[in-house]
Nanobody, 121 residues
Framework: QVQLVESGGGLVQAGGSLRLSCTVS????????MAWYGQAPGKQREYVAG???????NYAGSVKGRFTISRADARNTVYLEMNSLKPEDTAVYYC???????????????WGQGTQVTVSS
């Protein structure tokens, strides 16, 4: 069974920083793209940042220049460095991984359980 476990969320003042981590465990053949999404209270889950297996990155306009996504393939882990945090960044952050469980299985997207980030003004 594949599991994605996030950590690093918490309460921080505006202007502060947090680093989120997400580690994939279980039977995995390969991991393609990995990404972070945020879901604010009463809103839909939105894309925040993504990184391909080759290291190419993409960001939502609202976080560009403040957040940095990276990955450590040896640890099956993706990170989200969050700087200059704003109250509007408050959300539950979910990581996703597009992966194959075996050489013959199709790519499927898996999700973590989410970690709360709260930014106070």
């Amino acid at each position: 069974q594949v599991q994605l476990v996030e950590s690093g969320g918490g309460l921080v003042q505006a202007g502060g920083s947090l680093r989120l981590s997400c580690t994939v465990s279980g039977r995995i053949f390969s991991i393609n793209a990995m990404a972070w999404y945020g879901q604010a209270p009463g809103k839909q889950r939105e894309y925040v940042a993504g990184i391909t297996s080759g290291g190419d990155t993409n960001y939502a306009g609202s976080v560009k220049g403040r957040f940095t996504i990276s990955r450590a393939d040896a640890r099956n882990t993706v990170y989200l460095e969050m700087n200059s945090l704003k109250p509007e960044d408050t959300a539950v952050y979910y990581c996703s991984a597009d992966l194959r469980r075996s050489s013959s299985s199709p790519v499927a997207r898996y999700w973590g359980q989410g970690t709360q980030v709260t930014v106070s003004s």
